[in-house]
């Protein structure tokens, strides 16, 4: 017999994965929209420059990409902290 998975974990991935292929679907079209200038430069340049073109890009894109992980990482840790457990639905007096 299989066993389903069904708790609120499971399904906040199953969302995440679908809204994460949602956004990659819908980004495709933007890569293939390019600056002018880029491209010019680019078609007229040897293949030195062609790499350093695409090591700039790299360097560029690291440093946004890291620092939004590192957020997202401490979002969800912090979040796991405010959380209260279940059997704890209410105060207890100290009396």
């Known amino acids: 017999m299989r066993r389903r998975i069904n708790t609120p974990r499971a399904s906040q991935a199953i969302r995440f994965t679908l809204l994460l292929f949602f956004v990659?679907?819908?980004a495709?079209?933007?890569f293939s929209q390019s600056c002018a200038l880029c491209y010019t430069q680019a078609a007229s340049a040897g293949s030195r420059m062609i790499q350093?073109?695409?090591s700039g890009i790299l360097i560029l894109i690291a440093p946004p990409t890291v620092m939004s992980l590192v957020v997202i990482g401490i979002c969800c840790r912090k979040?796991?902290?405010f959380?209260?457990?279940d059997d704890a639905s209410e105060p207890r007096d100290s009396w």
Do not use: E, G, Y
Request: proline letters at 13%.
């Open 83 to 85: 959380r209260r457990p």
């Open 79 to 81: 979040s796991s902290q």
């Open 24 to 26: 990659v679907m819908v």
């Open 28 to 30: 495709l079209p933007a």
């Open 52 to 54: 350093a073109l695409k």
